[in-house]
């Protein structure tokens, strides 16, 4: 699976739009770009993922390059219930046990 | 509809003990894993299974077994605990059609 860099951390004013980039420049062409996001001591949680198209769902938004080497994912209003560390995955859909490699992530702190 | 439940929540176990961590989920999905993240990092494979019956190892499996004879239940087991196995444990399930991993509230293990 391809490698991803993302940012440690960023801050985010409380109701503004927090905008994530994560950087993928070996993604393969049947790799998928995954989000999920770790709350303080709670298991990953998942927001999103896509292929090269842009995705909406009542989290986020994900936003893919046209060369899909880079992405962004989008939340619209951050609210203080968003800080936690966020990571972005790539990964070959349906390939052997469908397994799921996490980076650093960006840790991201939404302030009144 | 209880998701994935983890137990025990918290253990501190001896060098040289060993320990059964539980995992157990009720969404029938046939994907199952084990991550242990150490403090500050992100979170890295243990162990897979595919469904009952069939286990693999993922990046990180030394020190560990597991056994898959049911679809619900994939319990990891240390045999003889030493200090680096001190971490935070979650067990993940996978829902087949959007392939969104649902991970349990994980277990915090110390070994001193």
């Known amino acids: 699976d391809a490698k991803t860099t993302q940012p440690p951390s960023m801050d985010c004013a409380e109701g503004r739009a927090a905008n994530l980039p994560c950087n993928h420049s070996?993604?393969?062409?049947?790799?998928?770009v995954y989000w999920y996001r770790q709350i303080h001591s709670q298991g990953p949680q998942y927001i999103i993922h896509?292929?090269?198209n842009n995705e909406t769902n009542e989290m986020a938004s994900l936003i893919i390059t046209e060369d899909r080497k880079s992405s962004t994912l989008i939340l619209p209003h951050a609210t203080l219930r968003d800080t936690a560390v966020y990571y972005c995955?790539?990964?070959?859909?349906?390939?052997?046990?469908?397994?799921?490699?996490f980076g650093g992530g960006t840790r991201v702190l939404v302030k009144p | 509809n209880a998701g994935v439940t983890q137990t025990p929540k918290f253990r501190i176990l001896k060098i040289g003990q060993s320990m059964t961590l539980q995992c157990t989920q009720d969404m029938n999905h046939n994907y199952m894993y084990w991550y242990r993240q150490d403090p500050g990092m992100g979170l890295k494979l243990i162990y897979y299974s595919v469904g009952a019956g069939i286990t693999d190892k993922g990046e990180v499996p030394n020190g560990y077994n597991v056994s898959r004879s049911t679809t619900e239940d994939f319990p990891l087991r240390l045999e003889l605990a030493a200090p680096s196995q001190t971490s935070v444990y979650f067990c993940?399930?996978?829902?087949?059609?959007?392939?969104?991993?649902?991970f349990g509230p994980g277990t915090r293990l110390t070994v001193t």
């Open positions: 993940a399930t996978l829902r087949d059609r959007l392939y969104e991993q649902y």
């Open positions: 070996t993604i393969s062409g049947n790799e998928y």
């Open positions: 995955i790539v990964r070959v859909d349906k390939a052997a046990g469908n397994k799921l490699t």
């Open positions: 896509g292929l090269k």
